[in-house]
T-cell receptor, first 113, second 115 residues
Framework: GQQVMQIPQYQHVQEGEDFTTYCNSS?????IQWYKQRPGGHPVFLIQ?????EVKKQKRLTFQFGEAKKNSSLHITATQTTDVGTYFC?????????????FGQGTILTVHP | SAVISQKPSRDICQRGTSLTIQCQVD?????MFWYRQQPGQSLTLIAT?????????ESGFVIDKFPISRPNLTFSTLTVSNMSPEDSSIYLC????????????FGQGTRLTVV
């Protein structure tokens, strides 16, 4: 079945440093989504990428979808303590997957003030 | 958007017993899913809850252990049956509205501890 690998598993940064997490799918995706989960909370949707090579920005966050629609990345510029949490990518294979999302392992981000 | 009410938020249960988790959505949604998440781990899909028919289970999950009901487009239940300590986890209800290319919304989760 479809697998989504995400690295790194953990990332510790000083406030103001940049952060990047990478996601790679074993199959071509219809779209990829990114979620943030704060400690003790539930996943919250950040963004969806659909087109090959797509780049989207949300303030300090930049999301990219690879040309082959199998990999993606999330980059945060100048991290803040409010960025703390676990970032998940989730791949949607489309078609007969009927809306199922396959989540990566997640990257736990710690920001030291 | 969709607002999901999931309950209970947490429970401590004796092994061998069963717990039913409820998921109520404030609007009709096409797709409802149940996930399991070990603390600090990723989300694993248990099953897709189908309205008016049997749920579709992922590999490693069976109906006898995780029976699911979905009587209408706004409500679903997941039962964790004959629990063992290995079932201790967070269980999350999730919905996607409209077409598949939409975001997923999650309930607050049910933190289950089996003793």
């Amino acid at each position: 079945g479809q697998q989504v690998m995400q690295i790194p598993q953990y990332q510790h940064v000083q406030e103001g440093e940049d952060f990047t997490t990478y996601c790679n799918s074993s199959t071509t995706l219809s779209n990829i989504q990114w979620y943030k989960q704060r400690p003790g909370g539930h996943p919250v949707f950040l963004i969806q990428l659909v087109k090959s090579g797509e780049v989207k920005k949300q303030k300090r966050l930049t999301f990219q979808f690879g040309e082959a629609k199998k990999n993606s990345s999330l980059h945060i510029t100048a991290t803040q303590t409010t960025d703390v949490g676990t970032y998940f990518c989730a791949g949607d294979a489309g078609g007969t997957s009927y809306g199922k999302l396959t989540f990566g392992q997640g990257t736990i981000l710690t920001v030291h003030p | 958007s969709a607002v999901i009410s999931q309950k209970p938020s947490r429970d401590i249960c004796q092994r061998g017993t069963s717990l039913t988790i409820q998921c109520q959505v404030d609007s009709q949604v096409t797709m409802m899913f149940w996930y399991r998440q070990q603390p600090g781990q990723s989300l694993t899909l248990i099953a897709t809850a189908n309205q008016g028919s049997e749920a579709t289970y992922e590999s490693g999950f069976v109906i006898d252990k995780f029976p699911i009901s979905r009587p209408n487009l706004t409500f679903s239940t997941l039962t964790v049956s004959n629990m063992s300590p290995e079932d201790s986890s967070i269980y999350l209800c999730s919905v996607r509205a409209g077409s598949p290319n939409t975001e997923a919304f999650f309930g607050q989760g049910t933190r289950l501890t089996v003793v």
